[in-house]
């Protein structure tokens, strides 16, 4: 899509699917064909990954946190072994400096899926998340998983010492359409099956979201341009289409595909974060994956001119930079507020079937996402992904504030 009218913003969709997505959306993984130094990662991840998960995990701090230290001084010890973090290093800084031809960007990406997953594994070091891993306030990280961060997290325009939708989801699809680092080996079938059906949904929306993207910067150039009927072709193919991507959350996110009784224990946690570290003597404390970091439903507020749900500082921590900067694009140049002319019923009708379906959306998701939050989970402290350990003097008035939350968004969708 070449750069339109004076807003530019097909550019900023081309440069998301160009550079972050390695020319395609949602992005391209290369996990195949890596450089020599890069590769032990990928099989340190996989030998590790069977001794991750525990069938019945221990009630018991001391229990529990001895596991954890045996799977942490294991990693290290490989790590150690097999990694050499100079020749990684080299590699990372030609990338930085433009030199694609050593350092692939749909290679980059999966390498960046590997690093992130590598530390949400190191951070957790068992799986369900135990309380005596919810209480650590700052984690040392092995050379190996320290060093690439900065790089791979400048090189997205992220800064949260904690993984991503974009690392931990979307690139953790080879070009089969496999997930590749997966969490729960060596369980029952209920929680793999559990585990693939919730990351398959995430990503299968941004597959249905990609052609939307394109109808939003298509309307947002015609309308500027007083191409009114091709300004509501685009904004009535929004609307067929945002139908179906929401479907896909109706259809995936049911008890018989998403098992309620394994999800808060076996797949929302490894997602999770909590420590942080020392910046400007200053304790910074980051959190984990949301569904609200999810690309088109950011787009879709910013396309219908309502604020952002997050803060910028956790925008910046959490959201890759041009995914940042096309949704702020989007609510810069939205039109729907701008609406004046007889001609621009229709225009309007289109857009007050959008909002309906974002209402009708975040309904679903508060009716559908509690009963799974509200599973008991006697190993940990009450935690979601997204906003680490909840704080309430029980699980009821601790979810109250979540449920708040998710009250308010629906009221601001108007």
């Known amino acids: 899509?070449?750069?339109?009218?004076?807003?530019?913003?097909?550019?900023?969709?081309?440069?998301?699917i160009d550079n972050d997505g390695a020319g395609a959306w949602p992005p391209k993984t290369n996990y195949e064909t890596w450089p020599e130094p890069l590769q032990p990662y990928k099989e340190i991840y996989h030998e590790l990954a069977p001794s991750l998960p525990s069938a019945q995990p221990s009630l018991e701090d001391d229990v529990n946190q001895e596991k954890r230290n045996r799977y942490r001084s294991r990693m290290r010890k490989l790590l150690t072994e097999r990694i050499d973090i100079v020749g990684v290093e080299k590699l990372l800084i030609a990338a930085e400096a433009g030199n694609w031809d050593v350092f692939p960007r749909d290679t980059y990406?999966?390498?960046?899926?590997?690093?992130?997953?590598c530390r949400h594994a190191y951070r957790w070091a068992t799986i369900p998340v135990v309380k005596v891993a919810q209480t650590e306030k700052i984690v040392e990280f092995p050379p190996?998983?320290?060093?690439?961060?900065?790089?791979?997290?400048?090189?997205?325009?992220?800064?949260?010492?904690?993984?991503?939708?974009?690392?931990?989801?979307l690139h953790n699809f080879d070009e089969q359409g496999e997930r590749v680092f997966?969490?729960?080996?060596?369980?029952?079938e209920k929680i793999k099956s559990s585990e693939d059906a919730f990351f398959r949904l995430f990503y299968d929306?941004?597959?249905?979201?990609?052609?939307?993207?394109?109808?939003m910067v298509r309307a947002i150039i015609c309308f500027e341009e007083?191409?009114?009927?091709?300004?509501l072709t685009h904004l009535q193919n929004i609307t067929f289409r945002l139908r179906h991507l929401l479907?896909?959350?109706?259809?995936?996110?049911?008890?018989?595909?998403?098992?309620?009784?394994v999800w808060l224990s076996y797949i929302q946690g490894f997602q999770g974060w909590g420590v942080g570290r020392i910046i400007n003597g200053e304790y910074v404390k980051y959190d984990g994956l949301s569904g609200n970091h999810v690309l088109i439903f950011q787009a879709l507020d910013a396309f219908l001119g309502l604020d952002q749900y997050l803060s910028d500082e956790n925008m910046d921590r959490y959201i890759p930079i041009r995914q940042r900067d096309l949704c702020r694009a989007f609510k810069k140049y939205s039109f729907r507020h701008k609406l004046k002319g007889p001609m621009d019923c229709q225009i309007e009708d289109e857009f007050k079937k959008m909002v309906n379906h974002m209402k009708l959306f975040r309904t679903a998701h508060r009716t559908r996402v509690m009963p799974y939050l509200e599973q008991p989970a006697p190993e940990r402290l009450l935690m979601t992904a997204g906003k680490s350990v909840?704080?309430?003097?029980?699980?009821?008035?601790?979810?109250?504030?979540?449920?708040?939350?998710?009250?308010?968004?629906l009221k601001q969708t108007a």
């Open 226 to 231: 007083k191409g009114n009927i091709s300004c």
């Open 109 to 117: 990406n999966a390498f960046y899926c590997c690093i992130a997953v």
């Open 144 to 169: 190996e998983l320290e060093v690439p961060w900065p790089y791979l997290q400048r090189a997205f325009g992220v800064e949260a010492d904690s993984g991503n939708n974009m690392a931990n989801v």
């Open 390 to 409: 909840l704080e309430g003097p029980n699980a009821k008035s601790a979810l109250k504030v979540l449920d708040d939350m998710l009250v308010t968004r």
């Open 247 to 261: 479907k896909i959350f109706y259809d995936g996110l049911t008890a018989s595909r998403v098992s309620r009784e």
């Open 205 to 215: 929306l941004e597959v249905l979201a990609l052609p939307i993207y394109y109808d």
């Open 1 to 16: 899509m070449k750069k339109q009218g004076r807003y530019g913003i097909a550019s900023l969709l081309s440069d998301l």
């Open 182 to 188: 997966k969490i729960n080996i060596g369980m029952s």
